[in-house]
């Protein structure tokens, strides 16, 4: 059987392919649609964020001895530190500022993580194993689906969606998107804005080094794999409407899904199949899929 | 022509018989060699500080044999792979540095812009780290030698020895920019002038970094063989993932450029079986062996063959200024052509009109995990390429050098 020229079973496994891919999008674009929709900030540093969590993850195994299953936990929780000290020393004096200066302060940031661990660890990258509790695959029938892929859908779905719930549904997101509405008057309630909003920057970076811990095992472990990835993850956050959280979630799946298809029909487009999207998104609604007009 | 061949040869020989004693004829009384490659990029682990060291090691190793009257200096520098920055090093060296030779030159853009101001300034440029054939077919010159490998030869070495040894079918995964395109043509070329047939192509973003989607396609294509025409993280990443996907060992990976430093980074259990074409592997034989561990005490890795070949071309060029006692580029690249080269990297090594320096080129096999028995025992040598097949034939080139 045939679905536009092309064999069921290889539209079949890029489908799923383009589920995992998208899950990727997804828990990136909703650490950056978090910093961005609480603090205004545009985290240029996101894909080196990214990068770090991967290679905590590498350090910790190779040096340490610490497996996966502890070094998922660990990264973010080391990364997302690193981000609390850049927030405090640094971020926090841009607020007032145009978006602009954010974004240099976290490019510059980014070219500066990268440097640093291209000194040390040379270009060529890391090989992470697969957890044995995760190597191998099952046959789906049209496809071999390694374990660790599905793995990998099930944690940053899981991830994604329990942080939805933190922001929309609990006390503690209701008292973050009203402190982002109005700073002055949730203060005068008795809540920490600044300190809840250190946390949210904390949130949001240690988002990118689980996604780098959970993409470890797959490519290979390298200083450069965050710049790599992080202007379609932009343009992700762009189409879903920059600060939507489930904007963020579903685009995310649904970019990875097309960029899939395009691989099968046109392969050669796969690479700004996305900024297409992103263009006609940008014409016909400027706020974004799921943003509001403000 | 032949006046021409006639008379330089004349020369060298009468430079040679004088030069016992004739020592002014080097500049400064001082041989000095630039190192121009990538320090901190991409390419640093292929070439980088490890291409430095193998200087050092070629000056002080030809110190020590030929005790010369002349002093050797070194200096390096790194391009970072931009061709504006290498150019004007290169001038920079040549201008005010007395810098004889600009060495190494890892990626095609700086190894064309630098190889012209050698020209111009009439200085030699010896290029062990870029690949592209333009070198020494549209844009040659006498000055230049292109001393470890090239495109062609790489198609040309995995291509045809996979096809010959029974890999009749392929499927190509292509980065899509010139050189991933140039890959896939001259190594389906190959392919097909041996019996083989190709299946079909994806061409892929440069840089992509996941390959799954490509995979499968090279999957469903059902082909014995599906050959990388990419290369650095393109390729290792495409490996790691055909080894995920269960598509290892079933059918073959052929990477048409890959270096010992891929491997060792991707581990044995991603990279096994896969075929590959190189100039050089530390483990070939005594020799070898004896100048990679050597070389290993310094660096803490194994040798590349870029950074073997940047040894063995500094020798030479140090052995032949030494015979002729000048370090003027025309009389130094007179007996470089005409001196065979045989060291550790090469046997029988020659350089050609065209500047190419053809020699043995191998095919090799990575090893299984099971078969490796002591660190870096990464390849198979499955066959020797004879340097007259390996390279382009002169017949083939398009360097005006050879047309007149």
């Given at each position: 059987?045939?679905?536009?020229?092309?064999?069921?079973?290889?539209?079949?496994?890029?489908?799923?392919?383009?589920?995992?891919?998208?899950?990727?999008?997804?828990?990136?674009?909703?650490?950056?649609?978090?910093?961005?929709?609480?603090?205004?900030?545009?985290?240029?540093?996101?894909?080196?964020?990214?990068?770090?969590?991967?290679?905590?993850?590498?350090?910790?195994?190779?040096?340490?001895?610490?497996?996966?299953?502890?070094?998922?936990?660990?990264?973010?929780?080391?990364?997302?530190?690193?981000?609390?000290?850049?927030?405090?020393?640094?971020?926090?004096?841009?607020?007032?500022?145009?978006?602009?200066?954010?974004?240099?302060?976290?490019?510059?940031?980014?070219?500066?993580?990268?440097?640093?661990?291209?000194?040390?660890?040379?270009?060529?990258?890391?090989?992470?194993?697969?957890?044995?509790?995760?190597?191998?695959?099952?046959?789906?029938?049209?496809?071999?689906?390694?374990?660790?892929?599905?793995?990998?859908?099930?944690?940053?779905?899981?991830?994604?969606?329990?942080?939805?719930?933190?922001?929309?549904?609990?006390?503690?997101?209701?008292?973050?998107?009203?402190?982002?509405?109005?700073?002055?008057?949730?203060?005068?309630?008795?809540?920490?804005?600044?300190?809840?909003?250190?946390?949210?920057?904390?949130?949001?970076?240690?988002?990118?080094?689980?996604?780098?811990?959970?993409?470890?095992?797959?490519?290979?472990?390298?200083?450069?794999?965050?710049?790599?990835?992080?202007?379609?993850?932009?343009?992700?956050?762009?189409?879903?409407?920059?600060?939507?959280?489930?904007?963020?979630?579903?685009?995310?799946?649904?970019?990875?899904?097309?960029?899939?298809?395009?691989?099968?029909?046109?392969?050669?487009?796969?690479?700004?199949?996305?900024?297409?999207?992103?263009?006609?998104?940008?014409?016909?609604?400027?706020?974004?899929?799921?943003?509001?007009?403000? | 022509?032949?006046?021409?061949?006639?008379?330089?040869?004349?020369?060298?020989?009468?430079?040679?018989?004088?030069?016992?004693?004739?020592?002014?004829?080097?500049?400064?009384?001082?041989?000095?060699?630039?190192?121009l490659t990538d320090m901190?990029g991409t390419y640093s682990?292929v070439a980088g500080?490890?291409a430095?060291?193998?200087?050092?090691?070629?000056?002080?190793?030809?110190?020590?044999?030929?005790?010369?009257?002349?002093?050797?200096?070194?200096?390096?520098?790194d391009h970072q792979n931009k061709a504006d920055i290498a150019s004007?090093?290169?001038?920079?060296?040549?201008?005010?540095?007395?810098?004889?030779?600009?060495?190494e030159l890892v990626t095609t853009s700086t190894a064309l812009a630098v190889?012209?101001?050698?020209?111009?300034?009439?200085?030699?440029?010896?290029m062990s780290g870029p690949a592209s054939?333009?070198i020494?077919?549209?844009?040659?010159?006498?000055?230049?030698?292109?001393?470890?490998?090239?495109?062609?030869?790489?198609?040309?070495?995995?291509?045809?020895?996979?096809?010959?040894?029974?890999?009749?079918?392929?499927?190509?995964?292509?980065?899509?920019?010139?050189f991933?395109?140039?890959?896939?043509?001259?190594?389906?070329?190959?392919?097909?002038?041996?019996?083989?047939?190709?299946?079909?192509?994806?061409?892929?973003?440069?840089?992509?970094?996941?390959?799954?989607?490509?995979?499968?396609?090279?999957?469903?294509?059902?082909?014995?063989?599906?050959?990388?025409?990419?290369a650095g993280?393109?390729?290792?990443?495409?490996?790691?993932?055909?080894?995920?996907?269960?598509?290892?060992?079933?059918?073959?990976?052929?990477?048409?450029?890959?270096?010992?430093?891929?491997?060792?980074?991707?581990?044995?259990?991603?990279?096994?079986?896969?075929?590959?074409?190189?100039?050089?592997?530390?483990?070939?034989?005594?020799?070898?062996?004896?100048?990679?561990?050597?070389?290993?005490?310094?660096?803490?890795?194994?040798?590349?063959?870029v950074?073997?070949?940047?040894?063995?071309?500094?020798?030479?060029?140090?052995?032949?200024?030494?015979?002729?006692?000048?370090?003027?580029?025309?009389?130094?690249?007179?007996?470089?052509?005409?001196?065979?080269?045989?060291?550790?990297?090469?046997?029988?090594?020659?350089?050609?009109?065209?500047?190419?320096?053809?020699?043995?080129?191998?095919?090799?096999?990575?090893?299984?995990?099971?078969?490796?028995?002591?660190?870096?025992?990464?390849?198979?040598?499955?066959?020797?390429?004879?340097?007259?097949?390996?390279?382009?034939?002169?017949?083939?080139?398009?360097?005006?050098?050879?047309?007149?």
């Open positions: 059987m045939e679905i536009f020229g092309v064999p069921s079973a290889l539209f079949g496994s890029q489908l799923l392919i383009g589920l995992i891919n998208g899950s990727f999008y997804a828990i990136l674009s909703l650490g950056l649609a978090i910093i961005f929709g609480l603090l205004n900030i545009i985290n240029f540093a996101h894909g080196a964020q990214y990068m770090m969590g991967a290679f905590f993850a590498w350090i910790a195994l190779t040096k340490f001895g610490i497996n996966y299953w502890v070094a998922l936990l660990l990264a973010p929780v080391l990364v997302g530190a690193v981000g609390v000290v850049l927030e405090r020393t640094m971020l926090r004096r841009l607020y007032k500022l145009d978006h602009l200066y954010g974004l240099l302060l976290t490019f510059g940031l980014a070219l500066i993580f990268e440097g640093v661990f291209r000194d040390q660890f040379g270009v060529s990258g890391q090989s992470y194993p697969v957890p044995e509790q995760l190597q191998g695959g099952v046959n789906l029938g049209f496809m071999f689906m390694p374990i660790y892929r599905g793995w990998v859908v099930v944690a940053a779905l899981a991830v994604c969606f329990g942080t939805w719930f933190m922001i929309e549904k609990t006390k503690l997101g209701a008292y973050l998107r009203a402190g982002t509405e109005n700073p002055q008057i949730v203060q005068a309630l008795g809540i920490n804005v600044p300190l809840l909003i250190t946390f949210t920057y904390g949130y949001g970076v240690a988002l990118a080094a689980f996604a780098g811990v959970l993409a470890a095992p797959i490519y290979q472990v390298s200083p450069l794999m965050g710049s790599n990835l992080i202007i379609v993850v932009f343009a992700v956050v762009v189409i879903g409407g920059m600060g939507s959280i489930m904007g963020s979630i579903v685009t995310g799946l649904g970019l990875g899904l097309v960029e899939g298809l395009t691989r099968v029909f046109y392969p050669e487009a796969s690479a700004v199949v996305v900024f297409f999207i992103m263009v006609i998104v940008l014409l016909v609604r400027p706020a974004g899929l799921f943003g509001r007009a403000t | 022509m032949h006046m021409k061949k006639l008379l330089a040869a004349a020369c060298t020989t009468a430079v040679a018989t004088l030069a016992t004693g004739a020592h002014a004829q080097i500049s400064g009384d001082t041989v000095k060699i630039g190192v901190s682990d500080p490890g430095v060291l193998a200087t050092q090691m070629a000056i002080e190793d030809f110190i020590a044999e030929a005790k010369p009257a002349f002093k050797v200096e070194m200096v390096s520098a004007n090093k290169a001038r920079e060296w040549f201008e005010r540095e007395g810098v004889d030779t600009a060495t190889m012209k101001i050698a020209k111009e300034m009439n200085r030699v440029a010896l054939t333009p020494t077919n549209e844009q040659c010159n006498d000055v230049t030698v292109h001393y470890t490998y090239d495109t062609y030869a790489l198609a040309n070495g995995t291509a045809r020895a996979v096809t010959q040894q029974g890999g009749k079918n392929w499927f190509f995964l292509t980065a899509d920019y010139a991933g395109q140039a890959l896939e043509k001259d190594s389906s070329a190959v392919v097909v002038a041996n019996g083989g047939k190709v299946l079909g192509s994806v061409r892929h973003p440069f840089p992509a970094s996941d390959f799954s989607s490509f995979l499968l396609q090279a999957q469903a294509s059902g082909a014995q063989i599906i050959g990388l025409a990419n993280a393109d390729t290792t990443n495409a490996i790691r993932q055909a080894a995920e996907f269960g598509i290892t060992p079933k059918q073959q990976l052929a990477g048409l450029l890959m270096f010992i430093s891929d491997v060792h980074s991707l581990g044995l259990k991603n990279a096994q079986t896969m075929y590959l074409t190189t100039g050089f592997y530390w483990d070939f034989d005594d020799d070898t062996r004896a100048w990679s561990k050597r070389f290993f005490e310094k660096h803490k890795r194994m040798p590349t063959m950074q073997a070949g940047q040894y063995s071309s500094v020798l030479h060029y140090l052995r032949a200024v030494n015979a002729i006692g000048s370090d003027e580029a025309s009389k130094v690249m007179a007996q470089m052509k005409s001196t065979p080269i045989n060291d550790f990297f090469a046997k029988n090594g020659r350089i050609r009109e065209d500047g190419r320096m053809v020699h043995d080129m191998y095919l090799a096999q990575v090893k299984t995990p099971e078969e490796s028995k002591y660190p870096w025992d990464y390849y198979h040598i499955r066959a020797t390429i004879p340097a007259e097949e390996a390279f382009q034939p002169l017949s083939e080139s398009r360097c005006p050098l050879i047309k007149n």
